[in-house]
Structure formats: structure tokens, C-alpha cells
């Protein structure tokens, strides 16, 4: 069996933080060799719960532990000098250096970036913090409900009348370290014939690869969506979790077909042409209605059965497990999404990494070191693979790749467009008959006459850099088509159902098949095996399926979405990673393979803390709102105006003594009962009360600043609609300015890293291709057809550039 992808490279991990640690264990479980810093008597984190009894009357951190597994792990203090000397000679044999460390501390460090560029210009370096090395955010304090709440990630979720709510930690780290991953990885696989190169990524414009649709939404309508409540997802109905007669349903019913699909399986079938529910916008505004009707009837079947006779029915259901229940369906057992972590001498169960390469899938979690326990064992000397800087000269890390793009909406797009960001050439494969849906989910009305397919903003925003072709693949010439940009390819996804492209002849066996070398990428909602590939997913579905509702709000609440349909950028982000260590793979042995990706699978790091105080512990902690297992006090609390929140959060008793004198509340500083962390959880009723006293008086921007300007971690609770005038972001240049056609002048997002020290991400080259708008240019240039032979599948209907039902499509033919 061929070796790990990543076997050949050293990487060195120097900070603490789930984002560093996440990032560093991609690589290490992909069989890199980690090296992990730790100050002396180890990481911070190591003392974060659920603790394991790890034996020797020491305890670890059970989570800390799924994070590091397969480094090893070194102690030394970056203040003397013969310690940094070790790491020094360390960092000269390493391909990777990821640095956790505050951005405002590395520059005056014993090892700042600028030294080490020059005395290791082989050495790529990827610095990980929450708002990156610019802007005026930058030296902010930071936690994760304070990343979430200012990249608009909060402020939707939760009762009508508030507070917003925050989920657990643990969701930032895992989208952050995958963020930094993916460059990191594209300049090490680019090594070989480009210099090293350094990025710094930012968690805050990581986390707004999940908001950016609803940013669409708000910009192309000019308003937000309000918050809706606890128990609704998105702008339809039926969409959220519903009791039924055993366990909870997830359903997000979104097309007219589903609606009809949907009231026929509950046994109300005169439910779906009713015109006051056919449309999404109308059952949205009878949603309580409608409420009324659906409920009782879901309590007759228990989840399961319903969620069973969804299968049948392509809708998009789920079951909305709890973690016993999570961590004992037979699904993710059978494709091994679980398996052991072990420290000291314990060891529990926790998520696999989900980027299952059938040729060289990842290590199945494994051991994780204790601090230092690797400091007697000098790693073997070595030379970078790189043995230059990168410079300007340099092209685009994939440069040169070439992926077929047959992924619509948002989970595949967005794995695409990250390769696309990073140089890579995409080819984006459509039909006139059946468009990328994100261009539009309802065919109805205005959408042909008027080309709203040409007018959605989230497709501009998941599809630049792309070229576009359009081929009926339900015909044998457009089938044939694609073979043979497939044949000369290196990369091929698709998002679509386990069964779509296998009907087409075109499963990942068949397109090996034609090219050996191809990197097949499928992301099904459960993967392409098992009892459940069969089922149809939203990113909402992917969420519910997870567990994540179950451990997010309040108790008592049922399980509570975060509103975001979290499960498309997350399965995006895993999917690009995938692409990546595919072609990581293919350079070491010349083989492409098929990666089979389950986008539930995907969702399980971001609900690890959960799944793993579950397996070790045998419970999972009561839900606690908005309070915090660690800090307090921790909450989202109301400012002066109409619906405006500012989230806070105290992480040690000088913190609490600052947030005293920013309430001018000496009283409450000197009161002794709220000295420690413990005594304030005692009294977090009180402490709330008074911090909502503050806060009332305050505008939010003005709390954060003042806040922040007592180190205190806070930050507003932004709407996605607020982004885009965001001081911080447009300061960092988040915000392209960009002209299209059909859409006029508009803002695009930019990739959440920067390259170098530059103070702005990479210039869009291209935006958004039209239905068809590359098809002479790539028929004529990679296949080599004559304009008469291009001009004869455009009368035939195979390729074109405006959309057409198959109903027009053949009265034409008939005509």
C-alpha cells in the first residue's frame, strides 16, 4: 500500500489554539512529521475539559488530545537562547513552520518571520491568528463567540427577542485550521519548482466563507433577513427540527417538488398545489400555519421512519442525533468515522479525519504525546524541500491543474474556488437545461425571460476565477464531451447524490477509467457507501445530521441551528483540502484515486469537543446557553438601540477587575465572592444583570472599543448585511469591487489569507463565467473542435449560452 501523502515533509508547530493544533494534525494524520512547541509544563489547553486521567494521578485534556495526535511534542522557552537555538536548528530541517503566536509579539521575537526568511528561505511559513497581521482589528483580544458574533455569525441565531445565541467552542479552530491548510499545503506541493512560501491566514475572514450567502442575500436585496426563532432555518418552511413520536427530524424542504414530495409522505398530499404553500416565500409567511398542521402529524413515526421514507423520496431529512446516539449509528461505524485516541493510558473515540482517500486515507486518530515527551529524541538532521523564497516571479501555487468542476450550489463550488483562488484552472460544467441551481432554485416566473440565472449574487461569489462550459451530459455528444476533458484533466468533482453520475456511466471506477491520473472527488451527504448514500442533502441537513443541534442553546430548547447552512462551506473547505492531498499523492506515486467524502462526516470536528466528552466521560454536559464552561462572565448581551448586541467574555480574574472599572462598578470588583472564576460562576445571575445595566447605555462599536480597550475580548454581533461596511474588513481590502455583466457593479468577497507580507489578498483574475460564456474558447483550445463543428452542438442544443426547460427545449426539436 503506498505511504501517507505527506510522509516526506517536517513541520514545526510553535502557539497554542484549536486553529494551530486542527491545522497541524491534517498535516500529522496525513503522515507528516509534526514537531509541536510547548512552553515548559506544556500547553495552556492541556488543562481545557474534559479532562482523562491519562495515569500517575495526571489529568489531560481529552479534546487537546484529539487535536495533536501523531506529533510529538518538545517543551522549551522561546525566552532563552539555547532553547530557541534548538528550535532553530529544528526549523532549518523543517518544510513548515505553523505559528500560533500573536501577530503584535512575532516581529520582536528571538524568532521573527523577517529573520527566519532570511536565514531559512526555504522555509514556508503559515502564521494562524483571529483578525491576521493588518487592520485595526488586529491586537483585538479574541475568543470564538467574539470571532463568530463579528463575522455576522451570531446575531441571527435564537429567540425572536433575544439574546442571539452562541455555540460551543471548538466550530472557529476547525475552519480556521482547514482554511490555513489549504494554501500551506498548495505552496508545499508547488515546492519542487516555486520558492517557500509564507501566508498569514485570519479566522475572523476564515468564518466569513460560512456568513458570505447570507451577505449575498442581505446586499441583493438590501436588507437581512430578521432572526426567527429557536426551532426555523433560512427564508422557507418546513425547515428545522420537528418532534416526532421518537427522536427529533431535521428537514429543509426548499423546491416545489419537495414541497409536493414532502405533504404526500405525511399523508396530506392536498397540502402541496395549494397556491397559498407552493412557492418557498409563501410558506414562509404561513409558516406558523402551517406549524400547526405539520407537527401533530410528524409525532405519529418516529425520526427514523420518517427520515427512511425520505430516502425513498429524494427529500432532504435527517435524524438530529444527541452523542450516545451519534456515536452508535451503525453508518459511521461501518466507514470508520470514529476510531481511539490514546494518551498516557487512556484512550476514547473522536471524529477521523473526514478526507477518506481510498489509496492513502489519513491515520485512524492514533496517540497523542505528552508535553515533552519527545525532548530527549533529536529528530534526524535534514534540508528543506524548497531551497529558495518564493518571490513575485513566482507563479500561482497550481498554476497549472486543471479540475473539472461538476458541483453545483454551494459545498462543491466552494471547494473549487478555493483551487481557483490558488491558480488552479477550473472548468465549470453546466447545461442549458439544468444550470448550477445556485443560479436559481425555482425555474418559475421571471427567471428565463429576464435571466435571473445571470443575476444571483452568491454565484458570483462561489464561482470566481472559473471558467464556464455548458454541456447536456443527457445527451451521448455532450457525454462524450466531457470524457474527453476528462481524459487530459487532473481533477474531477462532483456534489451530486451517490447515484447521479453512475446513471450517467460516469461513477469514480468508470472515470479512472479513462484517465489513471485523475483526482475523483465525490461528497454525498453520507458518502458513497452505506445504507444512508442514498440520501439528499442541504448544508441544513448536514448540520442536523451531525448532532450539532443537540449540543448548541439552551436546555430545554429544542435542537438549535445555527442558521447558516454550516454544512456547505464546512464540506467545501474538507473538499478542497481533499483535492489537494490528492494531488499530494499523485505526485509521490504517479496514481490518481478516488476520494470519497461524506459531507456529514465533514460536520463531525466542528461537534468533537461534544463527541468526545461523550465517549470518555459516558454523558454530554447540559446545554448552558450562552454561559461558558471556562470563562465567566460570557454572554451576548443588549447595547443602547433596536436589536444591537455586543458579545463579551472574561478569561481571568484581572479581566473581570478591568470589566469592573469599564461599568465603573467598584463595588463589584471588591466584592470577594466574585474574586475567582468559581465564585463568579456562583453568581452569574447578578453579574449579568449588571453588565446588561452597562451595556444598555452603550452603542455596541463603542462597547467593543472600550472593551478591547481594557484587553477584554468583545466584539458586536454584527449582521451579515453590516460586513460589508465593516471598518476592519474594507481596511484589509475583504471587499472587491467588481463589473459583470447582468449584475453591474458589485462586491466580491477575498480568499482569508494574505501571501508574504502583503496587506491585501490576491486580486480576483476572473470573475464569474455566464451560462456558457467559455464554450468556443475551450472546445476550440483543449479539444480542438473547428468552429463548424462548435457551431453544429449549438444548433443540436448540446452547448449554449441561455437557459432552457427541457419542455422548450423539445418543442424547439419538434418545431
Same mark, same amino acid.
Request: aromatic share 6%.
Given at each position: ?43 495552556? +489547553? ?11 494521578? =495526571? ?58 526568511? !532570511? ?119 418546513? +425547515? ?62 418516529? +425520526?427514523?421512519?420518517?427520515?427512511? *421514507? ?95 468542476? /461538476? ?52 454565484? *458570483? ?17 455532450? /457525454? ?42 465525490? %461528497? ?21 445530521? #451531525?448532532?450539532?443541534?443537540? @449540543? ?51 460536520? /463531525? ?25 471556562? =470563562? ?17 467574555? @472574561? ?28 465564585? !463568579? ?26 472593551? *478591547? ?18 471598518? =476592519? ?10 463589473? !459583470?455583466?447582468? %449584475? ?5 468577497? #477575498? ?21 456558457? *460564456? ?9 479539444? =480542438? ?7 453544429? /452542438? ?19 426539436? +419538434?418545431?
Amino acid at each position: 500500500m503506498p505511504g501517507f501523502p505527506l510522509s516526506e515533509l517536517r513541520v514545526v508547530e510553535i502557539g497554542s489554539g484549536d486553529a494551530l493544533g486542527y491545522c497541524g494534525k491534517l498535516f500529522s494524520d496525513f503522515g507528516a512529521e509534526v514537531i509541536k512547541i510547548e512552553l515548559p509544563g506544556g500547553d495552556p +489547553a492541556r488543562n481545557i475539559a474534559p479532562l482523562v486521567d491519562t495515569g500517575g494521578g =495526571h489529568s489531560e485534556s481529552a479534546a487537546f488530545a484529539w487535536l495533536n495526535t501523531n506529533k510529538r511534542s518538545i517543551t522549551a522557552d522561546l525566552d532563552r537562547q539555547g532553547d530557541v537555538e534548538k528550535i532553530r536548528k529544528l526549523l532549518s530541517g523543517a518544510d513548515l513552520l505553523l505559528d500560533g503566536r500573536n501577530p503584535a509579539d512575532i516581529p520582536a521575537s528571538r524568532l521573527s518571520h523577517e529573520e527566519l526568511r !532570511r536565514s531559512e528561505p526555504g522555509l514556508a511559513i503559515t502564521a494562524l491568528s483571529w483578525f491576521g497581521e493588518h487592520g485595526p482589528y488586529r491586537d483585538y483580544a479574541a475568543t470564538d463567540s467574539v470571532c463568530r458574533s463579528l463575522a455576522g455569525l451570531v446575531k441571527l441565531v435564537g429567540p425572536v427577542e433575544g439574546p442571539p445565541v452562541l455555540p460551543r467552542d471548538g466550530q472557529v479552530g476547525v475552519v480556521t485550521g482547514l482554511t490555513a491548510f489549504i494554501p500551506s499545503l498548495a505552496g508545499l506541493y508547488a515546492r519542487g519548482k516555486q520558492g517557500a512560501r509564507r501566508f498569514a491566514v485570519s479566522a475572523h475572514e476564515a468564518m466569513l466563507q460560512i456568513s458570505e450567502f447570507d451577505t449575498g442575500l442581505a446586499l441583493e436585496a438590501g436588507f437581512t433577513r430578521p432572526r426567527i426563532g429557536i426551532n426555523r432555518f433560512g427564508r422557507g418552511f418546513p +425547515a428545522g427540527n420537528f418532534a416526532t413520536k421518537e427522536g427529533w427530524l431535521g428537514v429543509t424542504v426548499v423546491t416545489p417538488a419537495q414541497w409536493v414530495a414532502f405533504c404526500e409522505m405525511i399523508g396530506l398530499p392536498e397540502l402541496g398545489p395549494d397556491p397559498r404553500y407552493s412557492a418557498m416565500a409563501e410558506r414562509y409567511l404561513h409558516a406558523e400555519e402551517l406549524k400547526r398542521i405539520i407537527e401533530p402529524v410528524l409525532l405519529h413515526k418516529t +425520526a427514523k421512519q420518517w427520515f427512511e *421514507q425520505g430516502i425513498e423520496l429524494r427529500l432532504p431529512l435527517a435524524i438530529v442525533p444527541d452523542m450516545r446516539e451519534l456515536l452508535t449509528q451503525q453508518v459511521f461505524r461501518d466507514r470508520g468515522a470514529f476510531a481511539k485516541v490514546e494518551i498516557g493510558n487512556v484512550s476514547f473515540d473522536a471524529p477521523v479525519l473526514p478526507q477518506h482517500l481510498t489509496r492513502s486515507p489519513p491515520k485512524p486518530n492514533g496517540r497523542a504525546p505528552l508535553a515533552g515527551e519527545y525532548n530527549g529524541d533529536a529528530p534526524p538532521p535534514r534540508r528543506h524541500h524548497a531551497t529558495r523564497a518564493a518571490g513575485a516571479g513566482d507563479p500561482l501555487p497550481l498554476q497549472g491543474l486543471r479540475i473539472i468542476d /461538476l458541483t453545483m450550489g454551494w459545498a462543491g463550488p466552494s471547494a473549487t474556488r478555493q483551487m481557483a483562488d490558488l491558480g488552479a484552472d477550473v472548468i465549470k460544467v453546466e447545461s442549458c437545461q439544468y444550470p448550477d441551481w445556485f443560479r436559481g432554485t425555482d425555474p418559475r416566473g421571471p427567471y428565463y425571460p429576464e435571466k435571473t440565472y445571470e443575476k444571483t449574487y452568491w454565484f *458570483q461569489m462561489e464561482n470566481r476565477n472559473k471558467r464556464g462550459i455548458t454541456l447536456d451530459l443527457t445527451s451521448p455528444t455532450g /457525454l462524450s464531451l466531457l470524457k474527453r476533458l476528462l481524459k487530459d484533466a487532473d481533477a474531477v468533482i462532483d456534489n451530486y447524490a451517490a447515484d447521479v453520475m453512475p446513471r450517467l456511466g460516469l461513477g469514480a471506477a468508470a472515470m479512472l477509467d479513462i484517465n489513471p491520473k485523475l483526482v475523483v472527488v465525490t %461528497m454525498p451527504a453520507f458518502g458513497m457507501s452505506g445504507a444512508w448514500s442514498g440520501v439528499r442533502a442541504y448544508g441544513s441537513t448536514l448540520e442536523q445530521a #451531525s448532532g450539532l443541534p443537540s @449540543v448548541t442553546g439552551r436546555e430545554g430548547d429544542p435542537p438549535t441551528m445555527l442558521h447558516a447552512a454550516l454544512g456547505d462551506p464546512v464540506g467545501g473547505l474538507n473538499a478542497a483540502a481533499a483535492l489537494i492531498l490528492g494531488f499530494m499523492h499523485r505526485k509521490n506515486t504517479g496514481e490518481g484515486q478516488h476520494i470519497d467524502l461524506s459531507a456529514v462526516e465533514a460536520m /463531525l470536528p466542528l461537534v468533537a469537543p461534544s463527541i468526545i466528552e461523550q465517549s470518555a466521560t459516558g454523558k454530554t454536559s447540559p446545554r448552558i446557553g450562552n454561559r461558558h464552561p471556562v =470563562h465567566t462572565p460570557h454572554g451576548c448581551f443588549p447595547c443602547l438601540g433596536e436589536d444591537q448586541w455586543i458579545t463579551l467574555a @472574561v478569561r481571568s480574574d484581572a479581566e473581570w477587575q478591568s470589566l469592573c472599572a469599564v461599568m465603573r462598578r467598584p463595588d463589584l470588583a471588591a466584592d470577594p465572592r466574585l474574586a475567582s472564576a468559581e465564585g !463568579r460562576r456562583a453568581e452569574e445571575d447578578r453579574i449579568e444583570v449588571a453588565i446588561r445595566q452597562w451595556t444598555t447605555t452603550v452603542r455596541p462599536d463603542l462597547a467593543m472599543v472600550t472593551l *478591547q480597550a481594557a484587553a477584554i475580548p468583545a466584539g458586536v454581533a454584527r449582521l451579515p448585511m453590516d460586513l460589508a461596511g465593516d471598518p =476592519h474588513l474594507i481596511k484589509v481590502g475583504h471587499w472587491q469591487s467588481v463589473d !459583470r455583466p447582468f %449584475m453591474g457593479p458589485h462586491l466580491l468577497p #477575498s480568499v482569508a489569507y494574505r501571501e508574504g507580507d502583503a496587506e491585501l489578498p490576491y486580486p480576483i483574475r476572473r470573475l464569474a463565467p455566464t451560462l456558457g *460564456q467559455h464554450n468556443d474558447e475551450l472546445l476550440r483550445d483543449l479539444l =480542438h473542435l473547428s468552429d463548424g463543428e462548435i457551431a453544429r /452542438l449549438r444548433e443540436d442544443g448540446v452547448i449554449g449560452n441561455v437557459a432552457s426547460s427541457k419542455k422548450s427545449r423539445t418543442a424547439l426539436a +419538434a418545431g
